[in-house]
Structures are given as structure tokens and as C-alpha cells.
């Protein structure tokens, strides 16, 4: 499984050598890949359904707990499936929607590398590689939304999904490094035994706020749900396949994997119900107002979500298996919708919901299809959706479970959204294609196939499932809530409940929402009127925020980087003073070791005379390059104080060093006007207190240094191994080529980088003719 | 701006250009003999490096710049990427003898001068020539910015 992983990855890259305008034809056959994996998932079917779960190891980075082990069970093969069926499906699609898209290769090398992140997302067994796949799909879908790059709009919306979801992941990954502290461990089937020692642990708040915080933002749950219209940008076929069936499920697969691991049957139950709720709700009422097709759905799927994360909060047996059920059923329509939306703006060239109508006399197939796309929505019987329904009030009304008080409640909730959800799914599948036809478009032919196969078929699948259960039940479904469960469902789906007040609910949610459909038709006034709300909405204040810590980190920047190197120098320094001086005179007492020292020699004077002098006429001097010379003679008289203490390595190398940057200064400094005088009396008594301070400080330090015996087992074990372990007699190049090779490794790619960046920076500046003189 | 012309083509460089002439392979040949000894006694890599550029440091004074590039017949700066491969190599060798990544190998023992030939010097040429690569790539190209 590793191996097919990393196939699908090079894959995505060699998509790139085919030509988008020559080869387009060739695209559609790029959907082998997803339906070659489909097949292979499927074939799980059967050994998942029998032994629970198969397991693929690999070791990674051992040392440190990190494994490429992949698990497939239940809940994994579900979204595997997803992942490569719809998968299937949008690759065929996307090959006619976007054909002759100069950039169609781009598109299908980001598609496919999402395909395989996010695969890695549900497959991995591994809490730190869940991660890494975790941000993949985020910098995979950055690409996809903002693929239209050249309208800000686009651009602006997939840098606000990136941010949002690389916050949430940043927060998820905390979350995980406290779960491997707590448990020692981060394989994901390892932790199932430890759910006691997670809920009892004092970091128990930080881990499930941590995870919330990655798994909300990915799902677009209140308040960060605003991103997920915005990246309704992107090209519908990526919206039917990331934003509806995949990758905005991400965050409920986590939940869903965690939810036998870190439920208490509090605090976690009673989050989830909350945020859930409230998205939920606000989704579905925000979804019946809208004009654009595609908000209709974006905010519709923002309820199915909420829906997702409230089911996971109730937690009881019905409402995880109503949550695993309606998964599935709500990737079936949802993704019907979005590719039929596709097709209607592809074929008319426009989203608005007051203009189109009547459709289906140019469109009949897509008619059917959306229109079985909008019952099971609504969850009339014989569509699947009416058996998740069906489970969702289940899951509210179960009296075993909840007081009175919460049953009403909370089926309230359920109910109002449900009507919603049942309006706004016939406004996005039924309205574009009932009524007048206007006139405009009386010239529409029916799409190419490759458009309409796909949902039509997905279509297809609602009304089959919704028929005949049972061939995804038993096979599937079940062995995923028994996953989330903990244990297995004691339930089957089944079409007919008899006479209960489940079915009476249901009943009334179909009726109220089909009025509720006819009575609020979508139009400018009503979308106008709901965005006096936008003032108080969490996209109006975190937008709000981003901006003034964007003008706050620019007069930041601007106090602090004025580009002066004597004032960036300066500020090292004194920061150096401040921090290095009050730890040595706040905690070390001070002491001064003067007997051991040993006594003067001549030759040690007078080289110590030579310096002063030479730092004099640095000091004083009115000519560039005698500072030079005089700097380069304090350099030289440091490498005999090297010599005189028995570092022959240093002082070669310092020798070398010092030539070299005389020369450099030469170089640079010799082609410049006189020295002027830039600074004042003040300045130079404050460059004289810092610079007398830095040097006072420093050798304050040293003398500290000699008062403590140091710890010699570092420097003991380089010399007694050198020649032992590296068959070199010099220690200090055994140390450098072998012991520490692998950082002088580092700073040798550091060198060629500084070496790079002086190349670039001045020929670049020659090359554009932008130097001044 | 004053302009100095000395760095062209006077007479008054006679003497230095003489002497580039014979200290400039004396000088490379000591460091080649700084970077073999390294193992046993003070050198290495680094050193080596530096002081082989600063022997073309002084060929490019006595002459210019592009003289001492003409010496080399490419660019200093390709002898960056050549470096670092050849450390990366070293590096990556031990890996197919199914050892940890920069463990050393050891092909002879007892090698006059430089002691036990193995990775760690192959290692170190690497760093000499990335060294090089680096000091002239800069001097030279700030040399040649300031006198445009």
C-alpha cells in the first residue's frame, strides 16, 4: 500500500509532461487511476468485513515512533472508496468540463496528488504521517481553489482556506505530540486500549480543544465555516470532489477515528453537539436565501456537516450509525448536485437562480437526476436519504437516553434544519429545471457524455441504495459505525419502521419544507437583508483581525528593520547585553580567579600593545582603508594568541579567514568616497557605552568560565575515540569530517547559499539596470 | 567618482605578477598538502579551501578577475555543486554497504601523509572545493559589480 501511495504521487507529476491544448483528448483516461484503486479498495471488501481491519506495516523513523503503518478498517474503506469512486468520476468530468484549459495538466497533477494525500489521510495508522497527509490535502486544495489564478477573488479565497485549515492543523499537530507524550505511543490501533489514561490526564482539555481546533476548521464548522463558499471558487468539478464529498469530510473522519478514543461522554459529547449544532442550523437558514446555485450548496454542505459533527456529539449507538449513513448519502447527492451545477453553468454560462428555470426540456436526463438528487435531500422515501433521515430523528427522539426536555430540543433543531435543507436541496436540483424555459437558452444541447454520466450515475446509486439497503449495510456501513462505536450496531437499515413518531417527523419536515420552497423564492432583496448580519459574522471580525495584525506587523517591521546594518548590529547587541548581563548578575555569583592565572609573558605584551594600537587607529583614523588594514592587524594579533595557547586549527584557519575579508573589504570600500563623518558626539558616546559594555561583558564572561570546572566527557570521548573510531589523529578534523560531519554537511549547503545569494543579488540588479549611477 | 586604474595593465605590477606566477601553484600545492594532512595533524578541508582562494585571490590582483577566471575554463561557482555532490556521495556510500548514512568506510590504512584513506577525506575535498567555490564566487562577483 505504500508502494501505491508513492505511485499515485509520481504519477501526479508525470501528468505534468502531458500537453494540455495536444494531448487534451487523452485526459479522460487519467480516470483509470482513481477506478483502478476503486476496484482494489472494493476487493478489501469482503477480508474487512470478516477480520475488522487489515494491517500494512512500515517503519519510518523508528526512534521516534513515526510509522508509515496503514490501517484499513470499516470507517477507512468507506472514505477510500469515496475518495477513488467520485474520484472516478470527476476525472472523467473535469477531462470536458476543462478541456482545452491551457493548464489542464496542472489541474489533473493537483487532483491526483489530492487523491493520494487524502487517501493517506484515512489510511495512515500513524498519528504524525496522518499529519503530514493532513496538510497535503491543504496545500493540494490551496492549488485547486485558487487554479483560476489570475481573478483575485480566487486567489484571495484559497489563501484565506489555506490559512484557516494550516491554523487547524498547526493545532491538530499539538494535539497528536500530546497524545504521543501522554501515551508513548502514535499508532492509532495502540491507542484504543489507552482511552482511560487520555481521559484522565490533566493535558486531557488541551488534546480534545487541540483536535477540535484541526478537525473544525478542515470540516467548516461555525466559526470557521466561511471559508468553505469562498472556495467555491474553485472549478465546480473540484468543488464536487474536495468541498462536498472528500476533503471537508477529512475533519469528520478524524472525529469519527477519535471518537472511541477520546469521548468521555462529557465535555466532548456536549462540544460537538453545540458547534454542530449551531453550523448545522445557520448553514441550512443561510442556504435557502442564496441566488448562486453553487452557494445553495456550499451552505447546505456546511449544514451536512454541522449534521456530521452534532451525530458524533450525541454519540449514542443510532446517532453514529445515522452519522456513518449519512456520509455516504450525502456524498451521493451532494456530489450530484455540485457536477449538475457544473453542467448548467457550463451549458448557460450563469449560476443565478432567478434566471434559470425550465431546464429540462433541453436537459431531460439531468432533470432526472437532479431531481432524485433533491428527494433524497429532502429524504422522501425511496431515496437514500430517507434512511439517514430516518436514523437522525432516531437519534434525537431515542427517550431511553435524554430527559424530556433534551428530546424536544433537540429534535427541534434537527427538524428546522432538515426543513431547510429540504428547501435549499430543491432549489439547487429542482428549480433550474421546472418551469419556463426562457428564451435564451431554448439553443441548449444536451452536454457530452463524459458531463452527464457522472451524475446521473451517482444518481442512480441514491436510488438503488435507497431501495435496496442492504447491499451497502451489512457489507459496509456496519463494520464502519462498529469502528466508531466501539462496538457493533445492533440495527439494520431498513425501508419501513411502521407508524412512529419518527415517520410523522419525517412527514412534516417534507411537507413544511416543500411549502417553505414555494413560498421564499431566492432574490436580490432577501440576500440583501441577510447581509446586515455580516457586521457581527466571524468572517467580518477574523478579517477584521487579520488586517491589523497585518498593519501592526508592518510598523513592526518597519521600527525594527530600517535597514541600517549599524542599527540592526546594534540592536543584536544590546539585546545580547540585556539578556546574557541580568542572568550573570541576577543569578551567578560573580568571582574573579586571579591565583591560577599564569604570569605575563613578554612576547604576549607585546602583542597586546600591537592590538590596542591597532584598535586606536581604527578608532581614529579618517581613511577607509587604513581602518582595514588596521582591523586585518587585530584579526592577526587573535590568531598569535591562538598560537600561544596550542590551537594551531584555529589560528590557520582564522589567518586564512582574516586575509580574506581585508581583501573583501578592499574590494567593496575601495571605490567609495572619503570617509564623512555620519555620526555626532551623541551617537559616538552611545556606540562607545555599547561597545565597552559588549567587550566588558565578554570578558567578564570568560573569567566566570574559568572559575567552574567545565565538563570535560564531550571533549574526552572526541579525543580518546578519534583514532579509534575515525582512524584520525587530529581531533578537531575528525570532528568536523566525522564525528559532527553531518552538520558540517549543513554549513557547507549554508556557505553555497550565501554564496548563491550575494551571485543573485548583484547580478540581477546589473541585468535590469536598476543601479542607480 | 575617482577612478584608480591600478588594477589594469601598468607597469609597476611587475614584480607581483612575477612572483604570482610561482606562488600561485606553490600556494595551491600547499593547500592540497593542508587539506591531505588534516587527518593526522592541523589542516583540513576548510583550511585547504581558504587558502587555495586566497592564492587565486592574489592571481586576480596581479592580473584581474577574469584572468584568474580564464584559469579555471568554467566558473568558480561550478565548483560548488561539484563539492557538495562529491560530500553527499561520501556520505551516501556506507548507505549501500547497508551502514548508517556518513558512517565511515576505510579503503587503505596506511597511506604516506594522510594517514587511513577512506570517505572522511573524500568527504573533506568536498568542503575544500565547495570552500573555494564559495570565496571566489563572492569576491569575484562583488570585484566585477563595483568596477562596472
Given at each position: 500500500?505504500?508502494?501505491?501511495?508513492?505511485?499515485?504521487?509520481?504519477?501526479?507529476?508525470?501528468?505534468?509532461?502531458?500537453?494540455?491544448?495536444?494531448?487534451?483528448?487523452?485526459?479522460?483516461?487519467?480516470?483509470?487511476?482513481?477506478?483502478?484503486?476503486?476496484?482494489?479498495?472494493?476487493?478489501?471488501?469482503?477480508?474487512?468485513?470478516?477480520?475488522?481491519?487489515?494491517?500494512?506495516?512500515?517503519?519510518?523513523?523508528?526512534?521516534?515512533?513515526?510509522?508509515?503503518?496503514?490501517?484499513?478498517?470499516?470507517?477507512?474503506?468507506?472514505?477510500?472508496?469515496?475518495?477513488?469512486?467520485?474520484?472516478?468520476?470527476?476525472?472523467?468530468?473535469?477531462?470536458?468540463?476543462?478541456?482545452?484549459?491551457?493548464?489542464?495538466?496542472?489541474?489533473?497533477?493537483?487532483?491526483?496528488?489530492?487523491?493520494?494525500?487524502?487517501?493517506?489521510?484515512?489510511?495512515?495508522?500513524?498519528?504524525?504521517?496522518?499529519?503530514?497527509?493532513?496538510?497535503?490535502?491543504?496545500?493540494?486544495?490551496?492549488?485547486?481553489?485558487?487554479?483560476?489564478?489570475?481573478?483575485?477573488?480566487?486567489?484571495?479565497?484559497?489563501?484565506?482556506?489555506?490559512?484557516?485549515?494550516?491554523?487547524?492543523?498547526?493545532?491538530?499537530?499539538?494535539?497528536?505530540?500530546?497524545?504521543?507524550?501522554?501515551?508513548?505511543?502514535?499508532?492509532?490501533?495502540?491507542?484504543?486500549?489507552?482511552?482511560?489514561?487520555?481521559?484522565?490526564?490533566?493535558?486531557?482539555?488541551?488534546?480534545?480543544?487541540?483536535?477540535?481546533?484541526?478537525?473544525?476548521?478542515?470540516?467548516?464548522?461555525?466559526?470557521?465555516?466561511?471559508?468553505?463558499?469562498?472556495?467555491?471558487?474553485?472549478?465546480?468539478?473540484?468543488?464536487?470532489?474536495?468541498?462536498?464529498?472528500?476533503?471537508?469530510?477529512?475533519?469528520?473522519?478524524?472525529?469519527?477515528?477519535?471518537?472511541?478514543?477520546?469521548?468521555?461522554?462529557?465535555?466532548?459529547?456536549?462540544?460537538?453537539?453545540?458547534?454542530?449544532?449551531?453550523?448545522?442550523?445557520?448553514?441550512?437558514?443561510?442556504?435557502?436565501?442564496?441566488?448562486?446555485?453553487?452557494?445553495?450548496?456550499?451552505?447546505?454542505?456546511?449544514?451536512?456537516?454541522?449534521?456530521?459533527?452534532?451525530?458524533?456529539?450525541?454519540?449514542?449507538?443510532?446517532?453514529?450509525?445515522?452519522?456513518?449513513?449519512?456520509?455516504?448519502?450525502?456524498?451521493?447527492?451532494?456530489?450530484?448536485?455540485?457536477?449538475?451545477?457544473?453542467?448548467?453553468?457550463?451549458?448557460?454560462?450563469?449560476?443565478?437562480?432567478?434566471?434559470?428555470?425550465?431546464?429540462?426540456?433541453?436537459?431531460?436526463?439531468?432533470?432526472?437526476?437532479?431531481?432524485?438528487?433533491?428527494?433524497?435531500?429532502?429524504?422522501?422515501?425511496?431515496?437514500?436519504?430517507?434512511?439517514?433521515?430516518?436514523?437522525?430523528?432516531?437519534?434525537?427522539?431515542?427517550?431511553?437516553?435524554?430527559?424530556?426536555?433534551?428530546?424536544?430540543?433537540?429534535?427541534?433543531?434537527?427538524?428546522?434544519?432538515?426543513?431547510?435543507?429540504?428547501?435549499?436541496?430543491?432549489?439547487?436540483?429542482?428549480?433550474?429545471?421546472?418551469?419556463?424555459?426562457?428564451?435564451?437558452?431554448?439553443?441548449?444541447?444536451?452536454?457530452?457524455?463524459?458531463?452527464?454520466?457522472?451524475?446521473?450515475?451517482?444518481?442512480?446509486?441514491?436510488?438503488?441504495?435507497?431501495?435496496?439497503?442492504?447491499?451497502?449495510?451489512?457489507?459496509?456501513?456496519?463494520?464502519?459505525?462498529?469502528?466508531?462505536?466501539?462496538?457493533?450496531?445492533?440495527?439494520?437499515?431498513?425501508?419501513?419502521?411502521?407508524?412512529?413518531?419518527v415517520l410523522y417527523l419525517s412527514i412534516a419536515t417534507i411537507a413544511v419544507g416543500t411549502a417553505l420552497y414555494f413560498v421564499i423564492k431566492p432574490s436580490e432583496k432577501l440576500e440583501n437583508k441577510l447581509s446586515v448580519f455580516e457586521k457581527i459574522s466571524p468572517q467580518y471580525i477574523i478579517t477584521e483581525l487579520s488586517d491589523q495584525t497585518r498593519i501592526f506587523a508592518f510598523?513592526?517591521?518597519?521600527?525594527?528593520?530600517?535597514?541600517?546594518?549599524?542599527?540592526?548590529?546594534?540592536?543584536?547587541?544590546?539585546?545580547?547585553?540585556?539578556?546574557?548581563?541580568?542572568?550573570?548578575?541576577?543569578?551567578?555569583?560573580?568571582?574573579?580567579?586571579?591565583?591560577?592565572?599564569?604570569?605575563?609573558?613578554?612576547?604576549?605584551?607585546?602583542?597586546?600593545?600591537?592590538?590596542?594600537?591597532?584598535?586606536?587607529?581604527?578608532?581614529?583614523?579618517?581613511?577607509?582603508?587604513?581602518?582595514?588594514?588596521?582591523?586585518?592587524?587585530?584579526?592577526?594579533?587573535?590568531?598569535?594568541?591562538?598560537?600561544?595557547?596550542?590551537?594551531?586549527?584555529?589560528?590557520?584557519?582564522?589567518?586564512?579567514?582574516?586575509?580574506?575579508?581585508?581583501?573583501?573589504?578592499?574590494?567593496?570600500?575601495?571605490?567609495?568616497?572619503?570617509?564623512?563623518?555620519?555620526?555626532?558626539?551623541?551617537?559616538?558616546?552611545?556606540?562607545?557605552?555599547?561597545?565597552?559594555?559588549?567587550?566588558?561583558?565578554?570578558?567578564?564572561?570568560?573569567?566566570?568560565?574559568?572559575?567552574?570546572?567545565?565538563?570535560?566527557?564531550?571533549?574526552?570521548?572526541?579525543?580518546?575515540?578519534?583514532?579509534?573510531?575515525?582512524?584520525?589523529?587530529?581531533?578537531?578534523?575528525?570532528?568536523?569530517?566525522?564525528?559532527?560531519?553531518?552538520?558540517?554537511?549543513?554549513?557547507?549547503?549554508?556557505?553555497?547559499?550565501?554564496?548563491?545569494?550575494?551571485?543573485?543579488?548583484?547580478?540581477?540588479?546589473?541585468?535590469?539596470?536598476?543601479?542607480?549611477? | 567618482?575617482?577612478?584608480?586604474?591600478?588594477?589594469?595593465?601598468?607597469?609597476?605590477?611587475?614584480?607581483?605578477?612575477?612572483?604570482?606566477?610561482?606562488?600561485?601553484?606553490?600556494?595551491?600545492?600547499?593547500?592540497?598538502?593542508?587539506?591531505?594532512?588534516?587527518?593526522?595533524?592541523?589542516?583540513?578541508?576548510?583550511?585547504?579551501?581558504?587558502?587555495?582562494?586566497?592564492?587565486?585571490?592574489?592571481?586576480?590582483?596581479?592580473?584581474?578577475?577574469?584572468?584568474?577566471?580564464?584559469?579555471?575554463?568554467?566558473?568558480?561557482?561550478?565548483?560548488?555543486?561539484?563539492?557538495?555532490?562529491?560530500?553527499?556521495?561520501?556520505?551516501?556510500?556506507?548507505?549501500?554497504?547497508?551502514?548508517?548514512?556518513?558512517?565511515?568506510?576505510?579503503?587503505?590504512?596506511?597511506?604516506?601523509?594522510?594517514?587511513?584513506?577512506?570517505?572522511?577525506?573524500?568527504?573533506?575535498?568536498?568542503?575544500?572545493?565547495?570552500?573555494?567555490?564559495?570565496?571566489?564566487?563572492?569576491?569575484?562577483?562583488?570585484?566585477?559589480?563595483?568596477?562596472?
Open positions: 500500500m505504500l508502494i501505491l501511495l508513492n505511485l499515485i504521487f509520481v504519477f501526479a507529476f508525470f501528468i505534468l509532461l502531458l500537453r494540455s491544448s495536444k494531448d487534451s483528448k487523452y485526459f479522460k483516461f487519467l480516470s483509470i487511476l482513481p477506478f483502478g484503486l476503486f476496484l482494489y479498495f472494493l476487493s478489501f471488501l469482503q477480508s474487512v468485513q470478516d477480520s475488522g481491519a487489515v494491517l500494512i506495516k512500515n517503519d519510518w523513523i523508528p526512534s521516534m515512533g513515526i510509522s508509515l503503518d496503514f490501517k484499513l478498517d470499516g470507517l477507512s474503506l468507506l472514505f477510500s472508496l469515496l475518495i477513488t469512486g467520485i474520484g472516478t468520476l470527476v476525472f472523467l468530468y473535469a477531462s470536458s468540463y476543462l478541456k482545452r484549459h491551457i493548464y489542464l495538466n496542472r489541474f489533473y497533477c493537483y487532483l491526483t496528488a489530492f487523491m493520494g494525500a487524502m487517501l493517506g489521510v484515512v489510511l495512515s495508522d500513524n498519528l504524525i504521517t496522518l499529519f503530514v497527509f493532513w496538510e497535503l490535502t491543504s496545500i493540494t486544495s490551496f492549488f485547486l481553489i485558487g487554479f483560476n489564478n489570475e481573478d483575485e477573488e480566487s486567489r484571495k479565497s484559497s489563501l484565506w482556506a489555506l490559512s484557516i485549515t494550516g491554523l487547524g492543523g498547526f493545532f491538530m499537530l499539538a494535539s497528536f505530540v500530546l497524545i504521543g507524550h501522554v501515551t508513548q505511543t502514535y499508532t492509532i490501533s495502540e491507542l484504543l486500549t489507552q482511552s482511560s489514561v487520555l481521559v484522565d490526564n490533566t493535558y486531557y482539555y488541551f488534546i480534545i480543544f487541540f483536535l477540535f481546533a484541526g478537525a473544525f476548521t478542515k470540516s467548516a464548522q461555525f466559526p470557521f465555516h466561511f471559508w468553505l463558499p469562498g472556495a467555491m471558487k474553485a472549478p465546480t468539478p473540484v468543488s464536487a470532489y474536495l468541498h462536498s464529498a472528500t476533503m471537508v469530510k477529512a475533519g469528520i473522519y478524524l472525529l469519527a477515528r477519535f471518537t472511541p478514543i477520546l469521548s468521555d461522554g462529557d465535555v466532548w459529547n456536549l462540544t460537538l453537539m453545540i458547534v454542530g449544532g449551531t453550523t448545522m442550523f445557520i448553514g441550512a437558514f443561510t442556504s435557502i436565501f442564496k441566488r448562486d446555485m453553487k452557494s445553495v450548496l456550499a451552505y447546505s454542505t456546511i449544514s451536512a456537516l454541522g449534521i456530521l459533527v452534532f451525530l458524533l456529539g450525541l454519540g449514542t449507538e443510532t446517532a453514529i450509525y445515522a452519522a456513518c449513513t449519512f456520509v455516504l448519502v450525502h456524498a451521493l447527492y451532494k456530489a450530484t448536485l455540485f457536477l449538475i451545477t457544473g453542467i448548467v453553468d457550463h451549458e448557460t454560462h450563469t449560476r443565478d437562480l432567478v434566471i434559470l428555470s425550465g431546464l429540462k426540456k433541453v436537459m431531460p436526463i439531468l432533470a432526472i437526476a437532479g431531481f432524485i438528487a433533491a428527494l433524497s435531500s429532502a429524504g422522501i422515501p425511496l431515496t437514500f436519504g430517507f434512511l439517514s433521515k430516518e436514523l437522525i430523528y432516531g437519534a434525537t427522539t431515542e427517550s431511553a437516553v435524554w430527559t424530556n426536555e433534551s428530546v424536544i430540543g433537540l429534535t427541534i433543531l434537527a427538524f428546522l434544519t432538515n426543513v431547510f435543507l429540504t428547501s435549499s436541496g430543491f432549489l439547487a436540483g429542482i428549480k433550474p429545471f421546472f418551469g419556463k424555459l426562457p428564451e435564451q437558452f431554448n439553443e441548449i444541447k444536451m452536454p457530452d457524455p463524459f458531463l452527464w454520466i457522472p451524475p446521473v450515475l451517482l444518481s442512480a446509486l441514491t436510488l438503488i441504495f435507497g431501495v435496496a439497503p442492504w447491499l451497502v449495510d451489512q457489507s459496509l456501513l456496519q463494520s464502519v459505525a462498529a469502528n466508531v462505536y466501539g462496538s457493533s450496531i445492533g440495527q439494520f437499515l431498513s425501508l419501513w419502521h411502521g407508524f412512529n413518531p510598523k513592526y517591521t518597519h521600527f525594527f528593520q530600517n535597514g541600517y546594518l549599524r542599527i540592526y548590529v546594534m540592536y543584536i547587541i544590546v539585546f545580547f547585553i540585556g539578556v546574557v548581563g541580568y542572568k550573570l548578575f541576577a543569578d551567578v555569583p560573580l568571582k574573579v580567579n586571579t591565583e591560577d592565572l599564569s604570569a605575563f609573558r613578554i612576547y604576549e605584551f607585546i602583542i597586546f600593545l600591537i592590538t590596542l594600537a591597532a584598535v586606536y587607529i581604527v578608532i581614529t583614523t579618517t581613511s577607509r582603508l587604513t581602518s582595514i588594514a588596521a582591523l586585518g592587524i587585530v584579526g592577526y594579533c587573535i590568531c598569535l594568541i591562538f598560537v600561544f595557547y596550542g590551537a594551531p586549527d584555529l589560528a590557520m584557519t582564522q589567518f586564512a579567514i582574516d586575509t580574506l575579508i581585508v581583501v573583501l573589504f578592499v574590494l567593496v570600500l575601495f571605490k567609495l568616497p572619503g570617509f564623512l563623518k555620519f555620526s555626532n558626539t551623541k551617537i559616538q558616546i552611545r556606540d562607545g557605552i555599547v561597545s565597552v559594555a559588549f567587550g566588558g561583558l565578554i570578558s567578564l564572561i570568560t573569567l566566570q568560565a574559568l572559575v567552574y570546572p567545565s565538563d570535560k566527557e564531550v571533549s574526552r570521548f572526541y579525543a580518546d575515540n578519534a583514532y579509534l573510531l575515525a582512524k584520525g589523529k587530529n581531533v578537531v578534523n575528525v570532528i568536523l569530517v566525522d564525528f559532527r560531519g553531518f552538520d558540517t554537511m549543513i554549513e557547507t549547503i549554508v556557505l553555497s547559499i550565501a554564496a548563491i545569494g550575494v551571485y543573485g543579488m548583484l547580478k540581477y540588479k546589473l541585468k535590469d539596470g536598476e543601479r542607480s549611477e | 567618482m575617482e577612478k584608480d586604474q591600478n588594477n589594469g595593465n601598468s607597469a609597476d605590477n611587475t614584480v607581483l605578477r612575477t612572483s604570482t606566477n610561482y606562488l600561485l601553484p606553490l600556494l595551491i600545492l600547499f593547500s592540497i598538502f593542508v587539506l591531505l594532512r588534516g587527518h593526522y595533524l592541523s589542516g583540513g578541508g576548510f583550511v585547504g579551501g581558504l587558502i587555495a582562494s586566497i592564492a587565486f585571490v592574489l592571481h586576480s590582483f596581479a592580473y584581474s578577475p577574469e584572468e584568474t577566471i580564464k584559469l579555471f575554463r568554467f566558473k568558480p561557482m561550478f565548483l560548488i555543486p561539484i563539492g557538495l555532490t562529491l560530500s553527499f556521495l561520501s556520505g551516501i556510500l556506507p548507505t549501500f554497504l547497508g551502514k548508517p548514512f556518513m558512517t565511515g568506510v576505510w579503503f587503505a590504512d596506511s597511506v604516506v601523509v594522510i594517514g587511513a584513506f577512506g570517505t572522511a577525506l573524500v568527504f573533506d575535498l568536498g568542503v575544500y572545493l565547495v570552500v573555494i567555490g564559495v570565496v571566489l564566487t563572492i569576491l569575484f562577483t562583488i570585484s566585477q559589480n563595483v568596477e562596472e
